[in-house]
């Protein structure tokens, strides 16, 4: 059975009604790559009916990002989701997605959208929340796929569908790496051979820190920026060390579930990475 293309609310809203079972689906924004595929298997292993949305959304691009420039490979994207065994492709322009102009209304990302990226970013996390919550109403699912690397993005999408009872589960799939461990993103095709071997400090960075948080807060912070420091070309944004539910700092005491983040411009490419430990111990 060949993947279905909708371009419109009626057609999406008649190929949903044919779906089956638990219906489980993948936001993206194109561009696809292999942690997207990794996303659908996922998906695949828990849901009867996978659906992918492939919208590229102009609320969450501030005034000097790469909307323009974001790439566009539909017949590629669409390749790879019929090889994944997606049941059904949305793919609306915006004038389907904001059949009125930008939205008057719009979700608020609140405290938490204005932290790290969201103060590098202004406005961007509402963005995000809003094209998140039309595409749950739009496509009705019970399983929501999305991927740890954007661990800002994935606490607000949660809080979201918990603090307004959307009243389905969002699963987090861990990051996928090059073998040589930069996280893969859309964004990586714009790295010269100089930048992808500068990039490698933004995942070294965060290995350096896992591997002393026995050692406490302190030690990882200072791992993870001696790598960084190390990298002329790596022009860092933040690297923080965070409480995975506040995203506030954590102190040189504290011990327990922490998640220490990186963003940074590698050339003229903004990158971002993650990695959840346990400072005090434990993986």
Not at 9 to 30: C, F, N, S, Y
Not at 156 to 171: P, S
Not at 219 to 230: G, Q, S
């Amino acid at each position: 059975m060949s993947t279905v293309v909708a371009r419109t609310r009626d057609e999406l809203a008649v190929a949903r009604e044919k779906l089956h079972g638990t219906v489980g689906v993948v936001m993206t924004m194109g561009a696809l790559h292999a942690g997207h595929a990794e996303l659908v298997r996922q998906a695949r292993e828990r849901a009867d009916s996978v659906v992918v949305t492939i919208f590229l959304n102009p609320l969450q691009f501030g005034p000097n990002e790469d909307l323009a420039k974001y790439p566009r490979t539909f017949e590629a994207d669409l390749a790879l989701c019929e090889a994944e065994g997606v049941d059904l492709v949305f793919a609306p322009s915006p004038d389907v997605v904001y059949p009125g102009g930008d939205p008057g209304v719009r979700m608020s990302a609140g405290v938490l959208g204005d932290k790290l990226e969201g103060a590098s970013r202004p406005g961007h996390f509402d963005g995000v929340l809003t094209v998140v919550a039309k595409m749950f109403h739009l496509t009705r699912p019970s399983l929501a796929f999305f991927g740890q690397k954007d661990a800002q993005q994935l606490l607000l999408i949660r809080r979201m569908a918990t603090d307004l009872d959307f009243g389905l589960e969002i699963v987090a799939v861990p990051t996928v790496r090059e073998p040589d461990g930069l996280a893969l993103s859309s964004r990586n095709r714009y790295l010269s051979g100089l930048d992808r071997e500068s990039a490698l400090a933004l995942s070294k960075a965060l290995d350096a820190g896992l591997a002393v948080r026995e050692q406490g807060s302190a030690a990882v912070r200072r791992a993870a920026r001696d790598v960084l420091v190390a990298e002329p070309l790596v022009q860092v944004d933040y690297l923080v060390l965070v409480d995975p539910v506040t995203l506030d700092d954590v102190p040189e005491w504290y011990q327990g579930e922490a998640v220490l983040l990186v963003a940074a411009k590698v050339g003229t490419t903004r990158l971002i990475d993650n990695r959840p430990l346990v400072v005090g111990g434990g993986l």
